[in-house]
Each structure stands twice: as structure tokens, then as C-alpha cells.
């Protein structure tokens, strides 16, 4: 499994000048997995849900702190424009 996703990443840099999907190269859920079905193959059952969990409450922790960086980077992207 993890030679399949190896390939794909592979891929993407070979091709990283034109647009790479995994339609017609790689068949879903039989040489990549994606979300739930990844995180669970890594981790065992249920590490996708306590993944969103533990995101979730470090997100509503450091909230404000989030929401400053966005803003201070906004500006300064917008200050380079």
C-alpha cells in the first residue's frame, strides 16, 4: 500500500507542470486510500473520528491565535500587492 501512494506522490512531481489526477493511472480504495480510509489503515479503527476530535479541540483552543495569523498574513499579502 504504501509503494502505491509512494508512486503517486512520485508522479505528481514528474508531472508538476500539468494538472495530475489518479483518474486513469490509480483505482481507488485498491492502490490509494483517501480520508477515513487512509487514517484508519494508519492508525487502526476510528483514528480518522479521534483525529477530527483532537483537531477540533485544539482549533477552538487556539481559536483567537488562528484567526490573528490569518489576519496578519492577509495584510502583509495584500501590503506585497
Do not use: C, H, P
Not at 10 to 36: A, H, M, P, S, Y
Not at 54 to 64: A, N, T
Amino acid at each position: 500500500m504504501i509503494l502505491k501512494q509512494y508512486l503517486k506522490l512520485l508522479l505528481k512531481k514528474l508531472f508538476k507542470n500539468e494538472r495530475f489526477t489518479e483518474q486513469g493511472v490509480l483505482e481507488k480504495r485498491k492502490e490509494f486510500l483517501i480520508g477515513k480510509e487512509y487514517w484508519d489503515f494508519l492508525g487502526g479503527d476510528s483514528t480518522f473520528e479521534n483525529l477530527l476530535k483532537l483537531f477540533d479541540s485544539v482549533g477552538k483552543k487556539f481559536k483567537d491565535k488562528i484567526q490573528q495569523k490569518i489576519k496578519q498574513v492577509a495584510k502583509e499579502k495584500m501590503e506585497g500587492i
